[in-house]
């Protein structure tokens, strides 16, 4: 007779973290109510302890003990734990909410990919722009830092999990790029409920505490909209320009100029503005249908004073491979649409070596609460 061994659940990991014991307050973490946010992955477990107080060097020992405790479980292959602090009076050795250092010196030109909302393909954009990017011989990264709905996963067909080498994650590689994503952690069909100080504290790890290597361009794929995600890496990572991608509808091209003010509010330079889905190609006859409109994002881009960098047309093919996990642009470098995103790219690149768009330094930018 065969028996199923059991599965890990929510209530072990709380158990071997009840055994952890906080240093000051002499209580379990979870006497104390700080971890939440457990996720079980195929023997991978991801959670959040929550710091009121302390400084780098207790959360240093937390975090080892914490994932030690975690690791011990049977059925379990690895164990990280993710730390926020929501303490406005942290000791120097702790930033405060809303102030993270990230070490980005090796990351070469940063490049985030944006849109005002959601829908428009910017993740899809994102992916075949770095693809574009990495086929003219540069080193590319590709970060995924949409926490709440990572797509790129999916985009690339990945489903294993980044290993762990001197204490940083070692990025997936595919298609020459390297890729991080929070999906690589958590269960596709698992919601990421954390609140502000905990994606702050991810989008830094996804940075700080993953192995990228010597990169030339980092291309990250940000969250739709203006909200917090956004502002705490455009205040804390010196990015090199923002790409807008909108669809040519009006609705869209609303939210596309929220997302180009907030850019230059906090002083990043717009490298341009991507019209996506700008027409609709007939895979059987090859005749174009406007279904979205056409034109809108130029002429909002040559309102605001911004670079145009290209039409994307919506394909079949661009649908059925990037559903597939195999973006187009990689696998069908001669396509036609792969040739538009190549194109974006050139405008893309030429556009971060010009002295306007330089490395520049991150914005000092005081958040109320």
């Known amino acids: 007779m065969f ?3 059991k599965t890990l659940t929510q209530a072990d990991i709380e158990k071997a973290l009840n055994a952890v014991l906080h240093p000051v307050k002499g209580q379990s973490l979870i006497a104390l109510k700080m971890v939440s946010g457990i996720v079980i992955k195929e023997g991978t477990v ?3 302890v929550d710091m009121q107080d302390g400084d ?4 240093a020992r937390l975090r080892e003990v914490s994932e030690k405790a975690v690791k011990s479980l049977k059925g379990v292959t690895a164990a990280r734990a993710v730390f926020t602090s929501s303490n406005k009076q942290a000791t120097p050795a702790h930033k405060p909410h809303g102030k993270i250092a990230m070490e980005t010196k090796h990351l070469g030109k940063i490049v985030a990919v944006l849109s005002g909302k959601g829908g428009v393909g910017k993740s899809t954009t994102a992916a075949n722009l770095a693809c574009a990017l990495a086929q ?7 970060l995924d830092a949409d926490v709440y709905g990572p797509s790129v996963p999916r985009l690339f067909g990945l489903t294993e999990k980044p290993e762990t080498k001197d204490k940083k994650l070692v990025p997936l590689e595919k298609y020459g790029l390297k890729i991080m994503s929070i999906g690589f952690m958590v269960d596709e069909e698992t919601p990421v409920i954390w609140r502000g100080a905990m994606v702050q504290t991810a989008l830094k790890q996804m940075i700080n505490d993953v192995a990228w290597g010597e ?9 739709p909209g203006t909200g917090d995600a956004q502002l705490t890496l455009a205040q804390n990572v010196p990015m090199a320009g923002a790409v807008i991608v909108s669809t040519p509808q009006d609705l869209a091209l609303i939210d596309a100029r929220k997302a180009i003010a907030m850019f230059r509010r906090v002083e990043v330079p717009i490298l341009g503005v991507i019209e996506n889905m700008s027409t609709f190609i007939c895979p059987a006859c090859g005749t174009t249908s406007d279904i979205f409109g056409h034109g809108g994002a130029r002429h909002e881009a040559e309102k605001m004073g911004e670079a145009f960098l290209g039409e994307i047309p919506l394909t079949m093919l661009l649908r059925e491979t990037s559903d597939a996990g195999t973006p187009l642009t990689a696998i069908e470098p001669t396509d036609a649409i792969s040739i538009c995103y190549k194109q974006v790219a050139d405008k893309v690149w030429e556009r971060l070596n010009e002295k306007s768009t330089q490395r520049r330094a991150a914005p000092r930018i005081t958040v109320e609460e």
């Open 3 to 5: 028996f199923k061994p």
């Open 56 to 59: 780098a060097d207790l959360m």
């Open 46 to 48: 991801t959670f959040v």
């Open 136 to 142: 003219k011989g540069l080193r590319v990264g590709l």
């Open 215 to 223: 990169l030339d361009t980092l291309v990250i794929d940000m969250p």
